[in-house]
């Protein structure tokens, strides 16, 4: 092998290795830094707008991902599996009424009794304006362009149930902390394991919308976050 060839994979190698510490680095400012910026460091009533900055910037860089395309977003709906939805749906319902009867019972089904316009609202947007660009960035984004820095298998669904935990940080609650994490191992199985970004999105949808009717907004909401320090 000549000394030129010799030089041009040491400069693709080089060249690699820079783009694998770029994608590193920018992986853990958008996953890890800011998430925790926002929850220590950003007042609570500007939280969501600083949320929909992280997400429009997520947006963006899964504009610039390579081989993406806004099309898998309307691929794969005809084939949706509904027995995964009506189990999300018993479980959330389940495990919010526990909560709620052990913790504030007064706030439970609260909104449906006193704010049903609201309810309504939430329900006709909280899959559009929440699950969808959610599941966009921490289940295509997380899989697609940071693929090369991230561990394969079941390794990668797990950092990525623990960093969509860590995304809710700014709530300071052991349950949001606990509920977002199992909802991250599910929704990255939808995406991962029955490769369908529709059912991930659904199931997202289908779990946030059973949480506020059954109350559990008093845990999702900036207004009641309590820092511990």
Not at 186 to 198: D, G, H, M
Request: include cysteine; glycine fraction near 6%.
């Amino acid at each position: 092998m000549s000394a030129a060839l010799h030089e041009d994979f040491g400069i693709e190698d080089h060249n690699c290795a820079r783009q694998r510490r770029g994608l590193l680095a920018e992986f853990l400012l958008l996953f890890v830094a800011v998430p925790v910026v926002v929850a220590v460091w950003m007042p609570p009533t500007r939280m969501f707008a600083a949320l929909g900055v992280f997400m429009l910037l997520g947006l963006v860089l899964l504009w610039r991902t390579p081989g993406f395309s806004w099309r898998i977003m309307f691929q794969g709906w005809r084939n949706m599996q509904i027995g995964p939805v009506v189990a999300i749906a018993f479980a959330v319902a389940g495990a919010s009424y526990a909560i709620l009867m052990q913790s504030a019972p007064e706030r439970l089904f609260a909104m449906l009794k006193y704010r049903p316009e609201m309810m309504l609202v939430i329900a006709v947007f909280y899959p559009l304006v929440s699950a969808l660009p959610q599941e966009l960035i921490f289940r295509v984004l997380f899989f697609r362009r940071y693929k090369p820095v991230i561990p394969a298998g079941a390794r990668g669904v797990w950092l990525n149930a623990a960093l969509f935990s860590l995304a809710h940080l700014m709530y300071w609650s052991w349950v949001v902390a606990i509920m977002t994490f199992i909802g991250g191992l599910i929704f990255a199985w939808a995406y991962k394991t029955r490769e369908s970004l529709p059912l991930a999105i659904v199931l997202h949808s289908v779990a946030g919308v059973v949480l506020f009717a059954f109350g559990m907004g008093v845990y999702f909401y900036s207004g009641a976050v309590v820092r511990p320090f």
